[in-house]
């Protein structure tokens, strides 16, 4: 079956960086798009960068320019390099996948705060 494990996440100060890793498995994992999403309280859930199987990368005008989404098709892995963090990225911080059905990690929590 689909897994998905986040990690990576913590607290940071604003200015600080961070890189998420999710761990997939139980599908072919090098011809899926892949995505990072986030859920901060009291918000829906929305994502925020995404990278498919060429390696061709897009962001929300909310985090481009500063977070960066790569992948390691030998590892199974997906990556998420977060710079010049806001108190605003604090969420929850999931990973994506979707095969014929949406499917999504536990999730991380990220928390921006001095």
């Known amino acids: 079956q689909v897994q998905l494990v986040e990690s990576g996440g913590g607290l940071v100060q604003p200015g600080g960086s961070l890189r998420l890793s999710c761990a997939a498995s139980?599908?072919?994992?090098?011809?899926?798009?892949m995505s990072w999403g986030r859920q901060a309280p009291g918000m829906q859930r929305e994502l925020v960068a995404s990278?498919?199987?060429?390696?061709?990368?897009n962001y929300a005008d909310s985090v481009k320019g500063r977070f960066t989404i790569s992948r390691d098709n030998a590892k199974k892995a997906v990556y998420l390099q977060m710079n010049s963090l806001k108190p605003e990225d604090t969420a929850v911080y999931y990973c994506?996948?979707?095969?014929?059905?949406?499917?999504w990690g536990q999730g991380t929590q990220v928390t921006v705060s001095s």
């Open positions: 994506r996948v979707l095969i014929y059905d949406e499917y």
């Open positions: 990278i498919n199987s060429g390696g061709i990368t």
């Open positions: 139980g599908f072919t994992f090098s011809t899926f798009r």
